[in-house]
């Protein structure tokens, strides 16, 4: 593995043995970055936060309410749905995670709700590092790499080198090669 700080002439970009974006994307990569976030006391809050702000299951209800509770009920996630919203604790990160798990198996139903749920999340990611696209990336980068999140740095440049590989297409790979792929890694570890 790369050690960031040395910058050494034997630093190396380790080959992507996790996954292949050739096998199915990089979900398997994604979901173990997702799961090594969600141990971080930041990303709990931010998840919290944006969890909190769409279920909203506090003693004032409204129709809306209802009828978000009725829909969420009606699906295959009602009993992650009811372990949550009658948990004393809402922050309950177990309990929110089992939530968008199930959400997200099935999509096919709660696809409304992950979309209102990625926007709040990005919104909340957004206002940790403000400035544009740019410092939002580096940011990312530097709290995976430097800072909070350097426990998941593992997962982090597993799942980039993913997204970096899938970035490029059998088309582009002949046009610039397997070194040029190699060389957007070991740049990504230099940031």
Same mark, same amino acid.
């Given at each position: 593995?790369?050690?960031?700080?040395?910058?050494?002439?034997?630093?190396?970009?380790?080959?992507?043995?996790?996954?292949?974006?050739?096998?199915?994307?990089?979900?398997?990569?994604?979901?173990?970055?997702?799961?090594?976030?969600?141990?971080?006391?930041?990303?709990?809050?931010?998840?919290?936060?944006?969890?909190?702000?769409?279920?909203?299951?506090?003693?004032?209800?409204?129709?809306?309410?209802?009828?978000?509770?009725?829909?969420?009920?009606?699906?295959?996630?009602?009993?992650?749905?009811?372990?949550?919203?009658?948990?004393?604790?809402?922050?309950?990160?177990?309990?929110?995670?089992?939530?968008?798990?199930?959400?997200?198996?099935?999509?096919? !139903?709660?696809?409304?709700?992950?979309?209102? $749920?990625?926007?709040?999340?990005?919104? +909340?990611? =957004?206002?940790? @590092?403000?400035? &544009?696209?740019?410092?939002?990336?580096?940011?990312?980068?530097?709290?995976?790499?430097?800072?909070?999140?350097?426990?998941?740095?593992?997962? !982090?440049?597993?799942?980039?080198?993913?997204? $970096?590989?899938?970035?490029?297409?059998? +088309?582009? =790979?002949?046009? @610039?090669?397997? &070194?040029?792929?190699?060389?957007?890694?070991?740049?990504?570890?230099?940031?």
């Amino acid at each position: 593995m790369v050690n960031s700080e040395s910058h050494s002439s034997n630093d190396q970009v380790p080959p992507s043995t996790t996954c292949s974006p050739h096998e199915g994307g990089c979900k398997e990569a994604e979901d173990k970055l997702t799961e090594c976030m969600l141990t971080l006391p930041k990303v709990k809050e931010l998840t919290t936060k944006a969890m909190t702000s769409v279920f909203k299951t506090d003693a004032s209800h409204d129709v809306a309410e209802d009828k978000f509770a009725d829909y969420m009920k009606g699906g295959a996630c009602k009993e992650p749905f009811m372990a949550l919203s009658e948990c004393p604790d809402r922050d309950n990160t177990h309990k929110q995670i089992a939530m968008l798990k199930c959400m997200e198996a099935h999509s096919d !139903y709660y696809h409304k709700y992950n979309e209102i $749920i990625d926007k709040q999340v990005s919104k +909340e990611v =957004e206002s940790m @590092f403000p400035g &544009g696209e740019v410092k939002l990336a580096l940011g990312v980068h530097e709290f995976f790499t430097k800072g909070e999140g350097d426990c998941c740095k593992e997962q !982090y440049f597993a799942c980039m080198d993913c997204l $970096i590989e899938e970035g490029f297409n059998e +088309e582009e =790979e002949e046009e @610039f090669g397997p &070194g040029f792929i190699n060389f957007g890694k070991w740049l990504l570890r230099l940031l």
